[in-house]
């Protein structure tokens, strides 16, 4: 089964404070890609950043990076300097290369960001 | 660049009904999907298009839920007829073909079913 899973339902942190959210994905393929996205209130799914799993980088967006460990499948954001727009929910997710462009969600958690 | 636009962004119905989507992709993106949305879940993927075909349509209860994509370009979902457990967020998105380039979403339809 391809699932994804986020360990933490919400989570708070205070401004320009540095938060990790956590993420952890099965899948018996090699070839993927992982997102995170932001989805606020708006409900407007926002990406916040990609990576590809072939690559051992680590992908960096301004305050947003990953830390990507391949062998334990685990993709967690971290958010430096949090911003109060940065409160909203984020979902991990990931796309299976040979799936076209099928995403795999995890159930999100909901990230408050208190002044 | 115009994002994903979709319609209504409310919808309340009576169970039994029907009630439709519609979905008008970025300018360019040949690839269009449809997601579900239940409350306090991640999306989960209903159907694919590749231009006017559906190329993964595996998770669209097809006894009340059908869509189209005439002409490659705007997508409508309609469910008929509606049941309560329809009630959730209905996402749309598109994309540039090929494997992994970004979706992009639109702000969905919020469905509830009384």
């Known amino acids: 089964a391809q699932t994804v899973t986020q360990s933490q339902p919400e989570m708070s942190v205070q401004e320009a404070e540095t938060v990790t959210l956590s993420c952890t994905y099965d899948t018996s393929e090699s070839n993927y890609y992982l997102f995170w996205y932001k989805q606020p209130p708006s409900r407007q799914m926002i990406l916040v950043i990609r990576q590809e799993a072939y690559k051992q980088q680590n992908a960096t967006e301004n305050r947003f990076s990953v830390n990507f460990q391949k062998a334990a499948k685990s993709f967690s954001l971290k958010i430096s300097d949090s911003q109060l727009g940065d409160t909203a929910m984020y979902f991990c997710a990931f796309m299976i290369y040979n799936q076209g462009g099928k995403l795999i969600f995890g159930q999100g958690t909901e990230l408050s960001v208190k002044p | 660049e115009a994002g994903v636009v979709q319609s209504p962004r409310y919808k309340i119905i009576e169970k039994k009904q029907p009630v439709a989507f519609w979905c008008n992709p970025i300018s360019g993106h040949n690839t269009l999907y449809w997601y579900l949305q239940n409350l306090g879940q991640g999306p989960e993927l209903l159907i694919r298009y590749e231009n006017e075909e559906a190329v993964d349509d595996s998770q669209l209860p097809k006894d009340r839920f059908s869509a189209e994509r005439l002409k490659g370009v705007d997508s409508t979902l309609k469910i008929q007829p509606a049941e309560l457990g329809d009630s959730a967020v209905y996402l749309c998105?598109?994309?540039?073909?090929?494997?992994?380039?970004?979706?992009?979403f639109g702000p969905g339809t919020r469905l509830t079913v009384l």
């Open positions: 998105a598109s994309s540039l073909g090929g494997v992994g380039n970004r979706q992009f």
